[in-house]
């Protein structure tokens, strides 16, 4: 557990640092990536704990633009490395400075496209899927986790209970309206 919130946290740190350092327009920008990683964390992981102090917990749409938002503050960190990266080879001799810029565009592009479809895949992962309906009689949400749906109370169109209140398998769910129904039958005689 302490090597993940390491991970998580790294990015942060180095925004800080380089926030802390940078002069003039850089500075402003720095701020911003800082707060891009800063403000996901905040309300995913602090926002997150207070509501389940209360017993809730964010729902699905929260959930995915808050893991979006921080991979796109790794991004913009990845780049800003990058981009000093090429600065910083400008200085170098004229073979070096091709390689290394070379190295800087393939290494530098590879990590954004690692980075950009395995954070996003994570993020939806965590985010998952979920809608609307009623469950017992009563107004609820309902979380798709790969096959199956987990059903909690509703609390508003941002946050859900944290207690299951309910599961199903995909297809005993009741349908949405608009949705076509799926049947099984088993019977070759129709009574």
């Not at 920008?29 to 389940?52: E, N, T, Y």
């Not at 998952?128 to 509703?154: K, R």
Request: with cysteine; net charge positive; charged share 15%.
């Amino acid at each position: 557990m302490p090597l993940f919130i390491c991970i998580i946290f790294a990015p942060l740190l180095i925004a800080l640092l380089v926030a802390l350092k940078a002069s003039g327009r850089k500075r402003v920008l720095a701020w911003c990536v800082f707060a891009l990683l800063a403000l996901p964390l905040s309300v995913g992981g602090a926002g997150g704990w207070l509501l389940s102090l209360r017993g809730l917990a964010w729902r699905s749409g929260v959930k995915l633009t808050v893991g979006f938002a921080y991979v796109a503050g790794v991004l913009a960190l990845l780049v800003w490395a990058g981009a000093a990266l090429w600065r910083d080879a400008g200085r170098w001799r004229p073979v070096a400075r091709s390689i290394g810029r070379c190295a800087v565009l393939l290494v530098g592009g590879f990590l954004v496209l690692v980075v950009g479809w395995y954070g996003m895949l994570f993020a939806a992962i965590w985010a998952g899927g979920d809608m609307v309906t009623e469950y017992n009689g009563q107004a609820a949400v309902a979380e798709q986790t790969w096959m199956d749906w987990d059903y909690y109370a509703y609390h508003g169109p941002l946050v859900r209970g944290k207690d299951v209140l309910g599961h199903s398998w995909e297809d005993s769910r009741v349908p949405a309206p608009g949705e076509p129904e799926k049947m099984l039958c088993f019977c070759a005689l129709d009574t």
